[in-house]
C-alpha cells in the first residue's frame, strides 16, 4: 500500500550492481583521466553492439553536438534545420558557431520533427538538418536522409533519448553523418553526465580524434603512429574521465536487459490507461511499426493545458512527480530574437501544453505504477479505480 505522503520521483538513478567495482579497478589502474582502460572498453562495445564505424565518450551529449558542428564547420550565414520541441543543447550546438536555427513543426503521433515539412524550408544557406528522436521513438530517417541527400545535406541525429533504440533494423545515431547520445541520469543507461558521438563517415574520424583532444593529434602518439604530439587544429576537452567510463561499462553491459525492464514498465503503463484512451480523456505514445523504442520515457497527452496543470498538481499532492517536458525554442526569449513568435509552429505549441511525463525509472515498482494510474484515472474520472 502507497502511502500518500510517499514521494515518488520523477526519476530516480538505477544499478546493474558492477559500478563500484569497476570505479575502483579503474581508480586502482592509476589513471583515471580522458582515454583510459574502461573509455576504450565503452567504445569498443558500442561499436560491435551498434556497428559503427567510430564512437567517442564526450563529457555530455551537449558536447557530442557541439563537436559535431566543429566537424561541419558550421558558421555565420549558415542554416540549420531543426525542431523547436527539443532540448537547447540540440540549438546551442550551432548557434555557439554562428548558424541559425530553422525551426519545423512536429508530427502530433510521435512528437518528431514532421518530414514532410523540412523541404520547403531549404534554402541556398541550408548546410545541415538536426532530427531529434524523441522518447526513444525514431523519426522518419528514409524520409529525411532522402532530402539531405537530394540537397547535399549533412544530419546530424540527437539520439539523446535514443541509445539502442531502432529504425528499420538501424540503431538510431547510425544512419545519420553524426549521432550524438547521452548518459546522463535521466538516460537509460547512465554515468550522471557523460555523451558519445557517433562518426559514420570515414572522412570525419581523423578529425574528430584531434578536435575532441584539444586540437592536438595526441591519440596518434598513445597508438605509437607518431613520436610526439602537438596542436594541429582547434579543439576543446571533450574526454569525460575514466571513473565515469567505469561506471558507464557497468550499465552498457546490460543494455538489453535494461531495456526489457524499461519495456515492462512502458507495457504497465500502456495497458493501465488504455480504457482512458478509449474514452478520449487522453491520447498515449505512438510507436510507428518501423520502430523499435527503447523506452525511454512514458507520457500522457491531456486535452487542455489547464487539465495538465491541474493534474501535475493533484499528483505531487499525492507524493508524485509528474512533469511537463519542452517550452518551444521557438518562443523563448532567445527564440524570439531569431524571429519566431507564438503561432508559428501549431502543433509544437499544442503539445507543449498538453504533454505530461509520469514516474519512468528502472527501479520503480509494480505497487507504485499501480498508485500512479489510479491517482491519474482518480483524477481524470472523479472517483476512485483500481489500475491492473
Request: charged content about 25%.
Amino acid at each position: 500500500m502507497i502511502e500518500k505522503s510517499s514521494k515518488i520521483p520523477f526519476n530516480k538513478p538505477s544499478f546493474t550492481g558492477a559500478e563500484l567495482d569497476y570505479i575502483s579497478k579503474a581508480v586502482l589502474s592509476g589513471k583515471i583521466s580522458g582515454d583510459g582502460t574502461f573509455a576504450k572498453m565503452c567504445h569498443e562495445l558500442l561499436e560491435k553492439k551498434f556497428n559503427a564505424k567510430k564512437i567517442l565518450l564526450t563529457t555530455s551529449c551537449t558536447h557530442a553536438l557541439e563537436l559535431a558542428s566543429l566537424l561541419l564547420d558550421l558558421k555565420e550565414g549558415d542554416e540549420v534545420i531543426v525542431p523547436s520541441y527539443t532540448f537547447v543543447s540540440t540549438v546551442n550546438a550551432f548557434i555557439l558557431r554562428g548558424a541559425k536555427p530553422i525551426f519545423v513543426d512536429i508530427r502530433l503521433d510521435t512528437k518528431n520533427i514532421d518530414e514532410n515539412l523540412i523541404e520547403e524550408k531549404i534554402t541556398k544557406n541550408t548546410k545541415a538538418i538536426f532530427p531529434v528522436h524523441y522518447a526513444g521513438v525514431a523519426c522518419d530517417m528514409d524520409r529525411i536522409k532522402e532530402i539531405a541527400k537530394r540537397y547535399n545535406l549533412f544530419i546530424v541525429e540527437d539520439a539523446a533519448q535514443g541509445v539502442n533504440a531502432k529504425y528499420k533494423n538501424q540503431y538510431l545515431g547510425t544512419m545519420g553523418t553524426f549521432g550524438c547520445y547521452s548518459f546522463h541520469e535521466t538516460k537509460n543507461f547512465m554515468c550522471g553526465e557523460g555523451g558519445a558521438i557517433v562518426i559514420n563517415d570515414e572522412r570525419f574520424i581523423e578529425r574528430a580524434e584531434i578536435i575532441r583532444e584539444k586540437g592536438t593529434n595526441r591519440s596518434k602518439f598513445f597508438r605509437g603512429e607518431i613520436d610526439k604530439y602537438t596542436w594541429v587544429d582547434i579543439g576543446s576537452s571533450f574526454l569525460p574521465s575514466d571513473v565515469l567510463a567505469a561506471f558507464l561499462y557497468a550499465q552498457l553491459e546490460n543494455m538489453d536487459s535494461i531495456n526489457s525492464v524499461r519495456k515492462r514498465i512502458y507495457d504497465k503503463y500502456l495497458h493501465g490507461f488504455a480504457d482512458l484512451e478509449t474514452k478520449g480523456s487522453i491520447a498515449l505514445p505512438f510507436i510507428p511499426k518501423d520502430c523499435i523504442s527503447n523506452y525511454h520515457m512514458f507520457y500522457i497527452l491531456l486535452n487542455s493545458e489547464l487539465e495538465r496543470n491541474a493534474l501535475i498538481q493533484h499528483l505531487k499532492g499525492n507524493g508524485i512527480d509528474g512533469v511537463f517536458h519542452y517550452v518551444p525554442l521557438h518562443s523563448s526569449p532567445m527564440g524570439l530574437k531569431f524571429g519566431y513568435k507564438n503561432g508559428d509552429l501549431p502543433i509544437t505549441e499544442d503539445v507543449s501544453k498538453r504533454l505530461l511525463r509520469l514516474p519512468f525509472y528502472n527501479g520503480i515498482s509494480e505497487e507504485e505504477q499501480i498508485y500512479i494510474i489510479n491517482q491519474v484515472k482518480s483524477y481524470l474520472l472523479g472517483k476512485k479505480v483500481l489500475a491492473v
